[in-house]
C-alpha cells in the first residue's frame, strides 16, 4: 500500500494545485478518501501519512473496520457517502461524523429521531440527483431547495450542505454549477462534489469536499 501513499500525495499536490488555479485559499477544500471495499490494514497507511477524513457507502461495512481504528487514531473522521436506509439511521448517527446523503423525509424523519435518542447529531448533507437518474440516490434537484427548508423546519435538522454525483456520461461542470447555485438559494456553505475523475473541475466550481477513491486506493 506504499503505492497509495505515493497516490495520495499526488491526490494531494492536485487539490493543491486545483485551489490555487481557481483563487481558492490554500487548504479551503477538505479530501475524503474513499475506502469502501478496502480493509483496516489497506487504509492504515493512508492513515498513517496524515488523511484523516474518509468515505463509506455502507453503514455495516463501516461498522466492521473503523471502530478499531478510531480507537488507534482518535482523530479520525467519517463520512457516510451511500445511500442511508431507513433501517440503519441509528447504527449510522451512531458511528459517522457526517451523513452525506438526506434525501427524502422518511431519512429526515428518522435522522432527526434518532440524533434526540442518541444524544449525537453527525454534520448533514442533502444529496441532489442533478442528473435526474432514475438508478441513483438524491432528491429532485427541483425540490432540493423546499427540501432544506423542511429538514430545518419540520425536522429540526441542521443541514450544512449539498452533494451530487453527476452523471458519469456527462460533462460535470453544468452539475457542479446547478449544485452550487442551489446551495446558494438553500442557505448552506457546504459543497461536496467530485470525485477521482473529476475533482479538479469540482473545485473551479466550489467544492468545499471532494471524494476520491481509486485515484488514492487503486481499484478492485
Same mark, same amino acid.
Not at 25 to 33: C, D, R, Y
Not at 47 to 64: L, M
Not at 87 to 111: Q, S
Not at 122 to 144: H, M, S
Given at each position: ?38 480493509? &483496516?490494514? /489497506? +487504509?492504515?497507511?493512508?492513515?498513517? *501519512? ?6 463509506? #457507502?455502507?453503514?455495516? @461495512? =463501516? $461498522? ?47 435522522? &432527526?429521531? /434518532? +440524533?434526540?435518542?442518541?444524544?449525537? *447529531? ?6 441532489? #440527483?442533478?442528473?435526474? @437518474? =432514475? $438508478? ?85
Amino acid at each position: 500500500m506504499n503505492d497509495a501513499v505515493s497516490r495520495l500525495d499526488a491526490v494531494r499536490n492536485n487539490i493543491a494545485a486545483a485551489e490555487k488555479e481557481a483563487g481558492r485559499e490554500s487548504g479551503s477544500v477538505t479530501l475524503v478518501a474513499v475506502s469502501k471495499t478496502f480493509a &483496516a490494514d /489497506e +487504509i492504515r497507511p493512508v492513515i498513517q *501519512a496524515g488523511q484523516r477524513v474518509f468515505g463509506e #457507502n455502507r453503514v455495516q @461495512e =463501516a $461498522q466492521g473496520k473503523w471502530p478499531p481504528l478510531r480507537d488507534e487514531f482518535p482523530d479520525l473522521e467519517l463520512h457516510l457517502i451511500g445511500p442511508l436506509q431507513s433501517n440503519k439511521a441509528k447504527e449510522a448517527v451512531a458511528l459517522f461524523d457526517v451523513i452525506e446523503t438526506v434525501d427524502r423525509e422518511k431519512i429526515a424523519a428518522e435522522l &432527526a429521531k /434518532e +440524533i434526540a435518542r442518541l444524544g449525537k *447529531a453527525p454534520r448533514l448533507y442533502v444529496q441532489v #440527483n442533478t442528473g435526474l @437518474e =432514475a $438508478q441513483k440516490a438524491g432528491i429532485d434537484p427541483r425540490e432540493a431547495v423546499a427540501f432544506v427548508a423542511r429538514c430545518r423546519e419540520v425536522h429540526g435538522l441542521a443541514i450544512e450542505g449539498l452533494m451530487a454525483i453527476p452523471p458519469f456520461d456527462q460533462n460535470p461542470g453544468p452539475h457542479f454549477a446547478l449544485l452550487e447555485k442551489l446551495a446558494r438559494e438553500a442557505g448552506v456553505q457546504k459543497l461536496s462534489m467530485g470525485m477521482s475523475g473529476d475533482y479538479e473541475t469540482a473545485i473551479a466550481f466550489g467544492a468545499t469536499s471532494v471524494r476520491v477513491g481509486s485515484a488514492i486506493f487503486g481499484t478492485r
